[in-house]
């Protein structure tokens, strides 16, 4: 006896990137590194408005009280995307002055991604952000 199984009445999503970087952090650099993050929160919105030119969902950034000098950085983003290195806004080039002074030329790596679980409710919101890139 056969079985009819429904197709999916939704398109995949575009292939998004979870990633985790990992860079090391300068030596001496924890005023620099306080200012960048508070810099961030201060203008907390305007960062989050420019994730959408760079096809960024989420981005958050982490440190390990056991690792002073590491910053761990995750990313989930689409393709297609423009490089923060592209932008002309201000809040973009203060962003990348902050990375160039804290972070050591050179240490950055990208750890490999294993698996990642989304509930419906994430992928359903992705998938209606794809549709509005378009």
């Known amino acids: 006896m056969a079985v009819a199984i429904a197709a999916p009445t939704h398109k995949p999503l575009r292939p998004v990137e979870v990633t985790l970087h990992r860079f090391d952090r300068a030596g001496g650099s924890e005023r620099q590194f306080a200012d960048w993050i508070a810099f961030l929160h201060a203008r907390h919105r ?3 408005q420019t994730l959408a030119r760079e096809r960024t969902y989420f981005e958050a950034m982490f440190t390990a009280p056991d690792e002073p000098r590491r910053l761990y950085w ?3 983003q689409g393709v297609g995307g423009s490089p923060v290195e592209r932008s002309t806004l201000d809040l973009d080039r203060r962003h990348m002055a902050f990375m160039k002074a804290v ?3 050179g240490s950055h790596r990208q750890l490999v991604t294993q698996n990642v679980l989304a509930p419906d409710f994430i992928v359903k919101a992705v998938r209606n952000e794809q549709r509005q890139e378009r």
Request: glycine share 0%; net charge neutral.
């Open 103 to 105: 972070l050591v030329k």
């Open 74 to 76: 995750i990313t989930v």
């Open 46 to 48: 305007e960062a989050v």
